[in-house]
């Protein structure tokens, strides 16, 4: 009997397959999800205050050391002024500086790691070394030693944070570009000939995106809270301003009497610093599947 | 030198005595039944195993075989409760192990299992012993009778017992380590032993140390072993009987002798042809399979090879054929066509898998030398303490259009006199110079390491065409001439390496690099990580651009087969130093320095010459 | 393992003095000129000239340095502007308090944040106490002292309000920590009033700490027990309890440890916070009330003590890290 014709094939390229790119924002929890979007409200709002706001934060609308009520949602201060709008205008002093801090520190600390990680040799050596001694000093109360230097202002204390923030990321990028730099692709990029800044900006700040965003969204918390506590000390925006901390630091003695007066602000605070950490962790979640 | 010491050392050490393991002989100590096993990642499902029977008996040697995406690392860890939560396993069917039953138990259950009746050996050694603890203790937690650890590190081969049980895992060798981890499992003195790849990572002549480790602990001990590997050659020189695993189905069973003499089903004949030994042909290309082994997704009806098999009929696309038994050997293979057409082609002596055409010769006669590197050394660290330079006085010249494999295990040099060619690396002293208008270009072995995962093939592919003053439509033209040449179609120009699988992405890197083509190519293990059939797939595609592009290739490798096949001249490496420099032929086959004939005798592959 | 000792202590030491340089520009920094201050709004220019001779203000800025170096080895920390006494002494007087709740505090921390973590690490599904640790760690620390006050004592009427104590002769004691001095002393009500009155602003300060704490394990534990010697250890057939803590703690405490210490610097401006909070009269409150007056002697020497503890704690747990992990001694 013949052997059967073996039926030549021809070299399958195979199909593109689509592997899982997309999967990520599927995973996250209805609760991180809201957070997300909790976090869009937060900045609309702290954008709008002085549409959204019922009343004039500084004005005084009623009698003082009302208790939360239709009228007035969270109430009404010592000298009779409605705390929602200060509250809401609290929302701004906070949200928007600690956005400010937090892009400040990208951009400074990011160009800095970029350069240091790229670069390495002594540049390399001497941006390191001041990183480190950033992170090594006690920021805070060195932050507070310096506001109290400069005197007590909004503008003080932001550079004083700004300051202090940026080494936490140079050292991240630093970190991610040295892993991103010593794999075989950059290395194939210069062979290929691609020029430094070619290599900089197309095969190595890519990479640091993702964890670069993680980072930023989770640090925002921390910001929000300590420009809380800062503002707690008085360190923040002079007196009659709405600032969240400086609010509940004022009020503490009617903490038995018009316990709103405290609370609300400090609570208001707390709820900003929880959307963004669970919508921070939300993100990492996003970008480690992907 | 030292190798031959610590032979003689091993030797004369008498193995202590220690007592067996007490298997009840009538009941195999592995028996599965239709295992299905379904994993979830990134919200996908992946059908992992789809229907899987195998038994090993008390104190058989069992090889699993299988490449990538066949399930075989599956199998290992469900058969020791242990797939991981995160990825939501699903398991139907019966896994018994010593006549338990795993699937369903609990995990107090699970755990007496592993404790009293499972060891484990895992691929990476460096990373499966806790780097914060004392190795004598790591060995200690898996004892359950009165043996000193001491004695089982002896058992395994380290020398020096007492003083390494207080070593932590970083200060062992690569080999001490994995000996190690074989002590662990084997210290409860279970009655099967699972080893997932346990010398993938190892070199070569360490590599067949370690397999005969395993062997004489089998013959003392009477332990069972399930060997994980997609190696035929490491299966042939250690196990009794082989099972071939192939898209989440078992697809031929078989006493291993046999089955490599006389394969029932067309997968497993091709992985044999594809393993080329020292005698393939070198003018001819590698017998490839198309295609590339399936990754585990959706249900499949019929045979999961048949969208790869030159034998297919219609049949074989509409069901699923079962392993049933067949003429050539007394185990089995599930193929429909394992009756009528295998057999016969056999007795006749026709290849399944013939070789395709051959290479096109080299026009003309080459001329000139691309590369020439004298007295070349390279320190790192201290310029003084000579014994530790990677590179100790290296002479080596390239023709124009030749091509050189240099060979070596780790920690010869090989790679780093590869970066100092490609310029990536300065010399200590020494003299290099190549003589080529474009730089030489490198094929990395990780291709997805080599590939910016946030650019696209077009994007990769043309950035040497950058800055060269040519229009846009001539870049396009030529990167997707450059694709199709390495066998890609010019619409991945628009894909991103994750899209792509392990094959074509070390074709783009390929096309990236002779897509302006250097005089010079260089290859560090280009193929080492890719499956045996694919393996073959791209040493033919080097080949041949090669002859086509009349480029110098110098790789580097630590295997003398493919070393042998794809060179014309094959550098030997140990130490830092040229240990041999010959023709390829005549070095293999002719060794004349001892090292080589070491590393020639350590391959696995003698086993698998098929007649 | 002695060139690393060395390096570290020659690191702490470049940092302490570091810190001494940034507040001494701070020093001057402040728009107030010292020698007005001292001799009067009203004083002639040539009194005036003198006394700035005298505290050395026309030297270059070097050697002020290092005059300001000499008073600071001397213990020398300036005058208090609100007090008139001597900082050096107003710090003495508040600095055993303060260490006393912050000692707790850090212990109650240490013990409160790896138990949530491991509890998270043993159970099966991650569930709602992920969310407590997530919410511990947004919670601006005013808000959990003002509710634990709201309601264990002004409803609950649980624990006292504020203060250290609520009799009026609390023993001075040897060692200035309130609880210790009147065991001491064979007083065990007051001991118990002391402990009583410590819970509050301690659990208050021990809370966001925990909670960084246990975070920090908490994702490192999630990566140490990816890793493949877990696998290994889970492949002996090892209780899941015995699993973590030798090979999944002891490799993970990295991580926390540094936040630890981290949290030590964090301290410091909580202390102002829940000292006020709750009357507590430490260094803290000392601090705050010179913020508001503007004695920024007080409060820039107050800071260099805290300062100085935080670097040297810091150096501390840099070593114990070094300890933990054999191969980084090694190298």
């Given at each position: 009997?013949?052997i059967?014709?073996?039926?030549?094939?021809?070299?399958?390229?195979?199909?593109?397959?689509?592997?899982?790119?997309r999967?990520?924002?599927?995973?996250?929890t209805?609760f991180?999800?809201?957070?997300?979007?909790?976090?869009?409200?937060?900045?609309?709002v702290?954008v709008?205050?002085?549409?959204?706001?019922?009343?004039?934060?500084q004005?005084?609308?009623?009698?003082?050391?009302?208790?939360?009520?239709?009228g007035?949602?969270?109430?009404t201060?010592d000298?009779?002024?409605?705390l929602?709008s200060?509250?809401?205008?609290?929302i701004?002093?906070?949200?928007?500086?600690?956005?400010?801090?937090?892009?400040?520190?990208?951009?400074?600390?990011?160009?800095?790691?970029?350069l240091?990680?790229?670069?390495?040799?002594?540049?390399?050596?001497?941006l390191?070394?001041?990183?480190?001694?950033?992170?090594?000093l006690p920021?805070?109360?060195?932050a507070?030693a310096?506001?109290?230097?400069?005197g007590?202002?909004?503008?003080?204390?932001?550079?004083?944070?700004s300051?202090?923030?940026?080494?936490?990321?140079?050292?991240?990028?630093?970190?991610?570009?040295?892993?991103?730099?010593a794999?075989?692709?950059?290395e194939?990029?210069?062979l290929?000939?691609?020029?430094?800044?070619?290599?900089?900006?197309?095969?190595?700040?890519p990479?640091?995106?993702?964890?670069?965003?993680?980072?930023?969204?989770?640090?925002?918390a921390?910001?929000?809270l300590?420009?809380?506590?800062?503002?707690?000390?008085?360190?923040?925006?002079p007196?009659?301003?709405?600032?969240?901390?400086?609010m509940?630091?004022?009020?503490?003695?009617?903490?038995?009497?018009?316990?709103?007066?405290?609370?609300?602000?400090?609570l208001v605070?707390f709820l900003?610093?929880?959307?963004?950490?669970?919508?921070?962790?939300?993100i990492?979640?996003?970008?480690?599947?992907? | 030198?030292?190798?031959?010491?610590?032979?003689i050392?091993?030797?004369?050490?008498?193995?202590?005595?220690?007592?067996?393991v007490?298997?009840?002989?009538?009941?195999?100590v592995?028996?599965?039944?239709?295992?299905?096993v379904?994993l979830?990642?990134?919200?996908?499902?992946?059908?992992?195993?789809?229907?899987?029977?195998?038994?090993?008996?008390?104190?058989?040697?069992?090889?699993?075989?299988?490449?990538?995406?066949s399930?075989k690392?599956?199998?290992?860890?469900?058969?020791?409760?242990?797939l991981?939560?995160?990825?939501?396993p699903?398991?139907?069917?019966?896994?018994?192990?010593?006549?338990?039953?795993?699937?369903?138990?609990?995990?107090?259950q699970?755990?007496?299992l592993?404790?009293?009746?499972?060891?484990?050996?895992?691929?990476?050694?460096?990373?499966?012993?806790?780097?914060?603890m004392?190795?004598?203790?790591?060995?200690?937690?898996?004892?359950?009778?009165?043996?000193?650890?001491?004695?089982w590190?002896e058992?395994?081969?380290?020398?020096?017992?007492?003083?390494?049980?207080?070593?932590?895992?970083?200060e062992?060798?690569?080999g001490?380590?994995q000996?190690?981890?074989?002590?662990?499992a084997?210290?409860?003195?279970?009655?099967?032993?699972?080893?997932?790849?346990p010398?993938t990572?190892l070199?070569?002549?360490?590599q067949?140390?370690?397999?005969s480790t395993?062997?004489?602990?089998?013959d003392?001990l009477g332990?069972?072993?399930?060997f994980?590997?997609h190696?035929?050659?490491?299966a042939?020189?250690?196990?009794?009987?082989i099972?071939?695993?192939?898209?989440?189905?078992?697809v031929?069973?078989?006493?291993?002798?046999?089955?490599?003499?006389?394969?029932?089903?067309?997968?497993?004949a091709?992985?044999?042809?594809?393993?080329?030994g020292?005698?393939?042909?070198?003018?001819?290309?590698?017998?490839?399979l198309?295609?590339?082994?399936?990754?585990?997704?959706?249900?499949?009806?019929?045979?999961?090879?048949a969208?790869?098999?030159?034998?297919?009929?219609?049949m074989?696309?509409?069901?699923?054929?079962?392993?049933s038994?067949?003429t050539q050997?007394?185990?089995?293979?599930?193929?429909h066509?394992?009756?009528?057409?295998?057999?016969?082609?056999?007795?006749?002596?026709?290849r399944l898998?013939?070789?395709?055409?051959?290479?096109?010769?080299?026009?003309?006669?080459?001329?000139?030398?691309?590369?020439?590197?004298?007295?070349?050394?390279?320190?790192?660290?201290?310029p003084?303490?000579v014994?530790?330079?990677?590179?100790?006085?290296?002479?080596?010249?390239?023709?124009?259009?030749?091509?050189?494999?240099l060979?070596?295990?780790?920690?010869s040099?090989?790679t780093?006199?590869l970066?100092?060619?490609?310029?990536?690396?300065e010399?200590?002293?020494?003299?290099?110079s190549?003589r080529?208008?474009?730089?030489?270009q490198?094929?990395?072995?990780?291709?997805?390491?080599?590939?910016?995962p946030?650019?696209?093939v077009?994007?990769?592919?043309?950035?040497?065409?950058?800055?060269?003053?040519?229009?846009?439509s001539?870049?396009?033209?030529?990167?997707?001439?450059?694709?199709d040449?390495?066998?890609?179609p010019?619409?991945?120009?628009?894909?991103r390496p994750?899209?792509l699988?392990?094959?074509?992405r070390?074709?783009?890197?390929?096309?990236r690099?002779i897509?302006?083509p250097?005089?010079?190519?260089?290859?560090?293990?280009?193929v080492?990580?890719?499956?045996?059939?694919?393996a073959?797939?791209?040493?033919n595609?080097?080949?041949?651009?090669?002859?086509?592009?009349?480029?110098a290739?110098?790789?580097?490798?630590?295997?003398?087969?493919?070393?042998?096949?794809?060179?014309?001249?094959?550098?030997?490496?140990?130490d830092?130093?040229?240990?041999?420099?010959?023709?390829?032929?005549h070095?293999?086959?002719?060794p004349?320095?001892?090292?080589?004939?070491?590393?020639?005798a350590?391959?696995?592959?003698?086993?698998l010459e098929?007649? | 393992?002695n060139?690393?000792?060395l390096?570290?202590?020659?690191?702490?030491?470049?940092?302490?003095?570091?810190?001494?340089a940034?507040?001494?520009?701070?020093?001057?920094?402040?728009?107030s000129?010292p020698?007005?201050?001292a001799?009067?709004?009203?004083?002639p220019?040539?009194?005036?000239?003198a006394?700035?001779a005298?505290?050395?203000?026309?030297?270059?800025?070097?050697?002020?340095?290092v005059?300001?170096?000499?008073?600071l080895?001397?213990?020398?920390?300036?005058?208090?502007?609100?007090?008139?006494?001597?900082?050096r002494?107003?710090?003495?007087d508040?600095?055993?308090?303060?260490l006393e709740l912050?000692?707790?505090?850090?212990?109650?921390?240490?013990l409160?944040g790896p138990g949530?973590?491991v509890?998270?690490?043993?159970?099966?599904?991650?569930?709602p106490?992920?969310?407590?640790?997530?919410?511990?760690?947004?919670?601006?620390?005013?808000?959990?002292?003002?509710?634990?006050?709201?309601?264990?004592?002004?409803?609950?009427h649980?624990?006292?309000?504020?203060?250290?104590?609520s009799?009026?002769?609390?023993?001075?004691?040897?060692?200035?920590?309130?609880?210790?001095?009147?065991v001491?002393?064979?007083?065990?009500?007051?001991?118990?009033?002391?402990?009583?009155?410590?819970?509050?602003?301690?659990?208050?300060?021990?809370?966001?700490?925990?909670?960084?704490?246990?975070r920090?394990?908490?994702?490192?534990?999630?990566?140490v027990?990816?890793?493949?010697?877990?696998?290994?250890?889970?492949s002996?057939?090892?209780?899941?309890?015995?699993v973590?803590?030798r090979?999944g703690?002891?490799n993970?405490?990295?991580?926390?440890l540094?936040?630890?210490g981290?949290?030590v610097?964090?301290?410091?401006?909580?202390?102002?916070?829940?000292?006020?909070?709750f009357?507590w009269?430490?260094?803290?409150?000392?601090?705050?009330q010179a913020?508001?007056?503007?004695?920024?002697?007080?409060?820039l020497g107050?800071?260099?003590?805290f300062?100085?503890i935080y670097?040297?704690v810091?150096?501390l747990?840099d070593?114990?890290?070094?300890?933990?992990?054999?191969?980084?001694?090694?190298?």
């Amino acid at each position: 009997m013949a052997i059967p014709a073996l039926r030549p094939r021809r070299l399958q390229h195979g199909d593109v397959v689509p592997r899982a790119s997309r999967a990520g924002l599927r995973q996250l929890t209805w609760f991180e999800r809201a957070a997300l979007g909790g976090l869009i409200v937060i900045t609309v709002v702290a954008v709008l205050a002085p549409l959204i706001s019922p009343h004039d934060p500084q004005a005084r609308v009623d009698d003082a050391f009302l208790a939360p009520s239709g009228g007035h949602w969270f109430g009404t201060d010592d000298i009779g002024r409605d705390l929602f709008s200060r509250v809401v205008h609290g929302i701004r002093l906070t949200w928007l500086p600690s956005l400010l801090v937090i892009l400040v520190a990208v951009l400074v600390g990011g160009t800095i790691g970029l350069l240091s990680g790229a670069f390495a040799g002594w540049v390399d050596r001497v941006l390191q070394r001041c990183t480190d001694l950033f992170l090594v000093l006690p920021s805070t109360l060195i932050a507070i030693a310096v506001i109290a230097a400069l005197g007590p202002s909004l503008r003080n204390t932001l550079i004083a944070m700004s300051i202090f923030w940026w080494p936490w990321y140079s050292r991240i990028v630093r970190g991610e570009i040295r892993a991103i730099a010593a794999r075989p692709h950059v290395e194939a990029a210069r062979l290929a000939g691609a020029s430094q800044s070619r290599v900089l900006l197309r095969y190595l700040l890519p990479g640091v995106v993702p964890s670069l965003l993680v980072a930023a969204t989770l640090d925002v918390a921390n910001v929000v809270l300590v420009l809380g506590l800062l503002s707690f000390l008085g360190l923040g925006a002079p007196a009659p301003s709405a600032e969240l901390g400086a609010m509940t630091a004022r009020s503490l003695d009617s903490l038995t009497t018009a316990w709103w007066l405290p609370i609300f602000p400090a609570l208001v605070l707390f709820l900003l610093a929880f959307s963004a950490n669970v919508a921070g962790d939300g993100i990492r979640k996003t970008m480690q599947s992907a | 030198m030292q190798v031959l010491v610590y032979k003689i050392q091993v030797a004369l050490v008498p193995a202590k005595r220690l007592p067996g393991v007490n298997p009840s002989h009538n009941v195999p100590v592995l028996r599965v039944r239709d295992l299905h096993v379904r994993l979830h990642r990134s919200g996908r499902a992946n059908n992992v195993l789809r229907g899987v029977d195998l038994s090993v008996e008390p104190g058989e040697i069992v090889a699993l075989v299988g490449e990538s995406g066949s399930g075989k690392s599956t199998l290992g860890f469900a058969v020791q409760g242990l797939l991981p939560d995160e990825s939501g396993p699903q398991l139907t069917g019966s896994i018994q192990v010593c006549a338990e039953e795993i699937v369903g138990a609990s995990r107090e259950q699970l755990r007496n299992l592993r404790r009293d009746r499972l060891g484990a050996v895992s691929q990476d050694p460096m990373t499966s012993l806790n780097p914060t603890m004392r190795v004598g203790r790591q060995i200690a937690e898996a004892v359950h009778d009165r043996t000193p650890t001491v004695d089982w590190l002896e058992r395994v081969g380290i020398p020096d017992p007492h003083r390494r049980q207080r070593a932590y895992p970083h200060e062992l060798s690569g080999g001490q380590r994995q000996r190690v981890m074989i002590a662990i499992a084997m210290a409860s003195r279970p009655a099967l032993v699972i080893a997932d790849e346990p010398t993938t990572a190892l070199d070569v002549t360490v590599q067949s140390r370690i397999l005969s480790t395993f062997r004489s602990l089998r013959d003392e001990l009477g332990t069972a072993f399930l060997f994980v590997t997609h190696d035929l050659a490491v299966a042939a020189a250690t196990a009794d009987r082989i099972i071939v695993l192939y898209g989440g189905r078992v697809v031929e069973v078989g006493d291993v002798k046999s089955v490599i003499a006389a394969p029932g089903h067309p997968y497993t004949a091709a992985l044999l042809e594809s393993r080329f030994g020292l005698d393939v042909e070198k003018a001819h290309q590698l017998p490839t399979l198309p295609g590339e082994s399936p990754s585990a997704g959706l249900e499949q009806r019929g045979c999961a090879f048949a969208p790869r098999c030159l034998l297919v009929m219609d049949m074989c696309t509409q069901s699923t054929p079962a392993v049933s038994p067949i003429t050539q050997h007394d185990g089995g293979a599930a193929c429909h066509r394992a009756k009528d057409v295998i057999p016969r082609l056999w007795q006749q002596g026709v290849r399944l898998w013939p070789p395709r055409s051959t290479h096109r010769p080299l026009e003309g006669a080459p001329t000139g030398v691309v590369v020439e590197a004298r007295g070349v050394t390279k320190a790192y660290g201290h310029p003084r303490a000579v014994s530790s330079h990677a590179l100790k006085g290296v002479d080596l010249v390239v023709d124009a259009e030749e091509a050189v494999a240099l060979v070596g295990e780790s920690g010869s040099g090989k790679t780093t006199l590869l970066r100092i060619i490609a310029g990536l690396v300065e010399p200590t002293s020494g003299q290099v110079s190549v003589r080529s208008l474009e730089r030489p270009q490198m094929v990395y072995q990780d291709a997805s390491a080599s590939l910016t995962p946030w650019m696209t093939v077009g994007e990769l592919v043309g950035e040497r065409l950058r800055r060269r003053g040519l229009s846009r439509s001539t870049r396009n033209s030529t990167i997707g001439q450059a694709l199709d040449r390495v066998g890609l179609p010019e619409a991945l120009i628009r894909a991103r390496p994750a899209q792509l699988s392990g094959g074509q992405r070390q074709r783009v890197a390929i096309a990236r690099a002779i897509v302006v083509p250097p005089r010079l190519l260089l290859c560090d293990e280009p193929v080492s990580s890719l499956d045996v059939s694919l393996a073959a797939s791209i040493l033919n595609l080097l080949e041949s651009i090669r002859r086509e592009l009349g480029m110098a290739m110098l790789f580097v490798t630590h295997d003398l087969a493919a070393a042998r096949f794809a060179a014309d001249r094959v550098v030997v490496m140990y130490d830092g130093l040229v240990v041999e420099d010959g023709p390829a032929d005549h070095v293999v086959h002719h060794p004349a320095e001892p090292y080589t004939r070491e590393l020639l005798a350590s391959m696995p592959v003698r086993d698998l010459e098929v007649s | 393992m002695n060139k690393f000792l060395l390096m570290r202590l020659l690191g702490l030491i470049v940092v302490l003095v570091t810190m001494t340089a940034v507040i001494f520009l701070l020093r001057q920094v402040v728009p107030s000129d010292p020698a007005r201050a001292a001799v009067g709004p009203n004083a002639p220019t040539s009194v005036l000239e003198a006394k700035r001779a005298e505290l050395g203000l026309d030297d270059p800025l070097p050697v002020q340095y290092v005059t300001y170096l000499g008073q600071l080895a001397r213990g020398d920390l300036g005058e208090s502007v609100r007090t008139r006494q001597q900082v050096r002494a107003d710090i003495a007087d508040t600095l055993p308090a303060s260490l006393e709740l912050a000692v707790v505090a850090m212990l109650l921390a240490l013990l409160i944040g790896p138990g949530i973590a491991v509890l998270q690490s043993l159970l099966p599904r991650p569930g709602p106490l992920r969310y407590v640790l997530a919410s511990a760690t947004s919670a601006p620390i005013f808000l959990t002292g003002l509710l634990l006050l709201y309601l264990l004592w002004f409803r609950l009427h649980l624990l006292p309000g504020g203060g250290r104590s609520s009799f009026a002769d609390p023993p001075a004691g040897p060692t200035g920590l309130l609880s210790v001095d009147a065991v001491l002393a064979g007083r065990f009500l007051v001991a118990w009033d002391a402990v009583q009155h410590l819970v509050l602003p301690a659990l208050t300060l021990a809370l966001p700490m925990a909670a960084a704490i246990g975070r920090s394990l908490r994702s490192s534990l999630i990566g140490v027990l990816r890793q493949d010697y877990v696998r290994t250890a889970r492949s002996k057939g090892l209780p899941e309890r015995q699993v973590l803590r030798r090979h999944g703690i002891r490799n993970a405490s990295t991580g926390p440890l540094a936040m630890a210490g981290l949290q030590v610097g964090l301290i410091f401006a909580n202390l102002l916070v829940v000292e006020r909070i709750f009357a507590w009269p430490g260094t803290g409150a000392y601090t705050l009330q010179a913020l508001g007056a503007d004695d920024l002697t007080a409060v820039l020497g107050a800071s260099l003590v805290f300062g100085a503890i935080y670097i040297v704690v810091n150096t501390l747990v840099d070593l114990a890290q070094a300890w933990l992990d054999p191969r980084v001694t090694l190298s």
